[in-house]
């Protein structure tokens, strides 16, 4: 029996990335760097999982000679420069730059009203988590999630199923009595490797991803019912609607 609803974050409840390129692109020119991350380059970069691994990524691109001997200075910088991008991010939210996906909120709402549990499978920062919700769904936006896992408590990324494990150990749910959404290769990744059956919605930065495997692929999750999904997830375990 379906019993709870687990949710990626970043381009999955709302087309974040643009919004994102445009902070990295805002924090860069803020620390008068000379990068700037075009959306061609940016979906390559999307590959990697985070925003600070990004940024650590790319700067092993663009300086692949010099060493960082003890570590300490290349992690004060990308902490400071994910700092600022945080920030411009953080403002353009509250600008109303990003709105939740087709569907989201009316899947959430039917949720609640039936009595599944819902929650959060991220490996973006709780900072951005907030900044999205609170302007989407209200100040008390944290009661409508029995758990939410996020860079602060999940450390190794996607397409690491660490993120998906701690949810499922803290519902104190098996798997197969979940669904779980996401927009990417490696969110999939990581969802099915802790077996749970997922819905993938991509976006223009993920379009392109290798979804197989996928309990369905859909443009969003506009006009998604609940007895639908139980008819799907029930298709997916094995188990009567």
């Not at 974050?9 to 902070?23: C, F, I, N, P």
């Not at 620390?31 to 925003?51: K, N, Q």
């Not at 003890?70 to 004060?76: K, T, Y």
């Not at 490996?123 to 936006?141: E, Q």
């Amino acid at each position: 029996m379906l019993q709870a609803l687990i949710f990626d974050v970043d381009g999955t409840l709302a087309d974040t990335e643009r919004a994102h390129l445009a902070a990295f692109n805002a924090a860069f020119a803020a620390e008068g760097l000379d990068w700037r991350w075009d959306e061609a380059l940016y979906t390559r970069l999307l590959e990697v999982s985070g925003g600070k691994e990004r940024i650590q990524h790319y700067w092993q691109q663009v300086y692949p000679e010099r060493r960082d001997i003890d570590g300490n200075e290349l992690r004060a910088f990308i902490d400071r420069l994910h700092e600022v991008k945080t920030a411009f991010y953080e403002e353009a939210v509250r600008q109303g730059a990003v709105q939740l996906r087709p569907g989201v909120l009316a899947l959430i709402e039917a949720a609640q009203r039936e009595g599944l549990r819902l929650a959060i499978a991220t490996t973006t920062s709780p900072v951005n988590i907030a900044a999205l919700l609170r302007v989407a769904m209200g100040p008390d936006w944290q009661r409508a999630f029995a758990v939410i896992e996020d860079a602060s408590t999940a450390p190794r990324k996607k397409p690491h199923p660490q993120v998906y494990q701690q949810t499922l150990t803290r519902l104190g749910l098996p798997s197969a009595a979940c669904v779980a959404f996401e927009d990417s290769a490696n969110g999939l990744q990581a969802a099915r490797a802790c077996g749970l059956p997922t819905i993938v919605t991509p976006n223009a930065f993920t379009a392109h991803h290798d979804l197989r495997g996928a309990l369905r692929v859909l443009p969003s999750l506009e006009g998604l019912t609940l007895p639908t999904l139980r008819q799907w997830h029930a298709e997916a375990v094995g188990a009567p609607a």
